[in-house]
């Protein structure tokens, strides 16, 4: 009987030479044999495969057989049971959070841990969020029927304070702001003013785009057709020269938007836009005079934009004068 025939043939991993061994040490038995002798298996031992552990980022060295085997993902024992129990964790989130919808508040109480852990976990987990306002709305939220005392507001003042004396907190927090912006998620609110003036527009079917942004500047509302800017302008707040004719007894807020409009104005101007600034009186109570001037600019720039068309075909020679009426 020749025995051959119950042995399984494997290829040495590191010679590439045929062995025959038992079937249990086969490809496909419960221990499979990688190399045909102790010769070779010492000799891939020198042989180094370098890995990077996923928990904790340290580099260490294995041997070729073990990363074939499917192995040698982790440096130790601890760092799999750490990643063994984050898994585990993250499912329990996952079950808590979507199946059960809990908060994080309460699923943080649950586990024994702070709320920021949860939200890392879930972060890192890729967990979708829910809607942030519904989540955190009427009884849930943890300062619903509370306010803060002296105590704890003056607290914030000095946190704040802290956080963005540091320079890189402010370009942090200014990149930030430039992408909500951007993306058109400013989280501004329209006051009434806009508001008012906005149904002004909507009533002459005038487009327009607001929180228009020119550099670091936005302004209120921008008027594509006409290629105009418009402002609305607080009477207190922007200082209405015909409520507070004297200039020199202005708040330092009032100082400083006075200066802002300045700004402004010139910004406008050099990047070739018309910028038209509507006081709170007027937009209230003489809404017809702004209607008017918004008519008499839109004809303005139509002409304009109809006398630089002409003298550009007139440069192409394309008519003559003699030849062209109107």
């Given at each position: 009987?020749?025995?051959?025939?119950?042995?399984?043939?494997?290829?040495?991993?590191?010679?590439?030479?045929?062995?025959?061994?038992?079937?249990?040490?086969?490809?496909?038995?419960?221990?499979?044999?990688?190399?045909?002798?102790?010769?070779?298996?010492?000799?891939?031992?020198?042989r180094k495969?370098?890995?990077?552990?996923?928990?904790?980022?340290?580099?260490f060295f294995?041997?070729?057989?073990v990363?074939?085997?499917?192995?040698?993902?982790?440096?130790?024992?601890?760092?799999?049971?750490?990643?063994?129990?984050?898994?585990?964790?993250?499912e329990?989130?996952?079950?808590?959070?979507?199946?059960?919808g809990?908060?994080?508040?309460?699923?943080?109480?649950?586990?024994?841990?702070?709320?920021?852990?949860?939200?890392?976990?879930?972060?890192?987990?890729?967990?979708?969020r829910r809607?942030?306002?519904?989540?955190?709305?009427?009884?849930?939220n943890?300062?619903?029927g509370r306010?803060?005392?002296?105590?704890?507001?003056?607290?914030?003042?000095?946190?704040?304070?802290?956080?963005?004396?540091?320079?890189?907190?402010?370009e942090?927090?200014?990149?930030?702001t430039?992408?909500?912006?951007a993306?058109?998620?400013?989280?501004?609110?329209?006051?009434?003013l806009?508001?008012?003036?906005?149904?002004?527009l909507?009533?002459l079917?005038?487009?327009?785009?607001?929180?228009?942004r020119?550099?670091?500047?936005?302004?209120?509302?921008y008027?594509?057709?006409?290629?105009t800017?418009?402002?609305?302008?607080g009477t207190?707040?922007?200082a209405?020269?015909?409520?507070?004719?004297?200039?020199?007894?202005?708040?330092?807020?009032?100082?400083?938007?006075?200066?802002?409009?300045?700004?402004?104005?010139?910004?406008a101007?050099?990047?070739?836009?018309?910028?038209?600034r509507?006081?709170?009186?007027?937009?209230?109570?003489?809404s017809?005079?702004?209607?008017?001037?918004?008519v008499?600019?839109?004809?303005?720039?139509?002409?304009?934009l109809?006398?630089?068309?002409?003298?550009q075909?007139?440069?192409r020679?394309l008519?003559?004068?003699?030849n062209?009426?109107?």
């Amino acid at each position: 009987m020749n025995r051959r025939k119950e042995l399984a043939t494997i290829i040495c991993a590191e010679c590439g030479s045929l062995t025959f061994v038992p079937p249990w040490r086969g490809p496909n038995g419960r221990n499979p044999r990688l190399y045909c002798n102790r010769k070779c298996y010492e000799k891939s031992l020198q042989r180094k495969v370098e890995r990077v552990c996923p928990q904790c980022k340290q580099i260490f060295f294995t041997t070729p057989s073990v990363v074939e085997k499917g192995k040698g993902v982790y440096c130790s024992r601890a760092c799999f049971d750490i990643t063994l129990h984050a898994r585990i964790l993250d499912e329990k989130i996952a079950a808590l959070y979507l199946v059960e919808g809990k908060d994080i508040a309460d699923i943080a109480r649950e586990l024994g841990v702070t709320g920021m852990s949860i939200h890392h976990r879930m972060k890192k987990a890729g967990i979708p969020r829910r809607n942030r306002s519904e989540s955190s709305r009427g009884e849930r939220n943890g300062m619903f029927g509370r306010t803060h005392n002296a105590q704890s507001r003056q607290k914030i003042r000095e946190a704040n304070f802290i956080q963005f004396s540091d320079p890189a907190a402010r370009e942090r927090h200014g990149i930030i702001t430039a992408i909500q912006i951007a993306e058109g998620r400013t989280g501004k609110t329209n006051n009434k003013l806009e508001q008012h003036f906005t149904k002004l527009l909507q009533s002459l079917h005038i487009k327009y785009q607001q929180s228009y942004r020119i550099g670091r500047s936005i302004y209120d509302f921008y008027l594509p057709d006409i290629h105009t800017l418009v402002e609305c302008d607080g009477t207190f707040w922007h200082a209405d020269p015909r409520t507070y004719p004297d200039r020199t007894k202005l708040s330092k807020v009032q100082q400083k938007n006075v200066e802002n409009d300045a700004r402004k104005n010139k910004l406008a101007e050099d990047k070739g836009f018309q910028l038209l600034r509507f006081w709170e009186h007027d937009i209230y109570h003489e809404s017809d005079q702004i209607i008017e001037t918004l008519v008499e600019k839109g004809q303005t720039r139509t002409e304009v934009l109809w006398l630089n068309a002409k003298a550009q075909r007139r440069q192409r020679g394309l008519f003559d004068d003699a030849n062209f009426a109107g």
